[in-house]
């Protein structure tokens, strides 16, 4: 099945700034955008955006999310260490439902 | 707020069928605009998704495990339920719950549980 395509990690210094990308189609990021997931080793996961850049209640103001074509980011500024985990997207696809991307692992140094 | 609760056997055999049932609290499953999805996640991978059922009692599933899964709900115990047929031990997985307002973007989980597919 095809998915979104994330990168498998990222590592970035403590209190820098992580950008990490999905990219996707016209069926899915590209039509709808995508919505974003923060989990934990050993927890479920979080929504931390959807619809681009709405964040949920309690969610840091140091989160933005945006698209452009068919690629979406989520962009995390300040990174404490609480930032390290797994980063997923997800879509809804015209033609496959929802679809995530493979998760990237964020590791802040 | 809502919560979710999954929960069913742990275990089961190579070509039976997996039923997991996710308890709904905090509110009413057959109130509001919501969807009540399944998403499995297979040890050290990422998220599948398998389907989800909306609050009309319409139903979408995931098209590579269609033909082996059926997403229902039971508004009287205000539960939903999730049968997934024919397993083998690559339906092994961490089977969460979740539900949302849209079908992309799901904002109450479940804690998950932990379904092992071996004989």
């Known amino acids: 099945q095809a998915g979104l395509t994330q990168p498998p990690s990222v590592s970035k210094g403590l209190r820098q700034t992580a950008t990490l990308t999905c990219t996707g189609n016209s069926n899915n990021v590209g039509n709808q955008g995508a919505a974003w997931l923060q989990q934990h080793q050993g927890h479920p996961p979080k929504l931390l955006s959807y619809?681009?850049?709405n964040r949920p209640s309690g969610i840091s103001e140091r989160l933005s999310a945006s698209r452009s074509g068919n690629t979406a980011s989520l962009t995390i500024t300040g990174l404490q260490p609480e930032d390290e985990a797994d980063y997923y997207c997800?879509?809804?696809?015209?033609?496959?439902?929802?679809?995530f991307g493979g998760g990237t692992k964020l590791t802040v140094l | 707020q809502v919560q979710l609760q999954e929960s069913g056997p742990g275990l089961v055999k190579p070509s039976q069928t997996l039923s997991l049932t996710c308890t709904v609290s905090g509110g009413s499953i057959s109130s509001g605009d919501y969807y009540w999805s399944w998403i499995r996640q297979p040890p050290g991978k990422g998220l599948e998704w398998i389907g989800y059922?909306?609050?009309?009692?319409?139903?979408y599933y995931n098209p590579s495990l269609k033909s082996r899964v059926t997403i229902s709900v039971d508004t009287s115990k205000n539960q939903f339920s999730l049968k997934l047929s024919s397993v083998t031990a690559a339906d092994t997985a961490v089977y969460y719950c979740a539900s949302s307002i849209s079908p992309a973007s799901m904002d109450v989980w479940g804690q998950g549980t932990t379904v092992t597919v071996s004989s």
């Open positions: 619809r681009n850049n």
């Open positions: 997800s879509a809804w696809d015209s033609s496959l439902g929802v679809v």
């Open positions: 059922i909306y609050y009309s009692g319409s139903t």
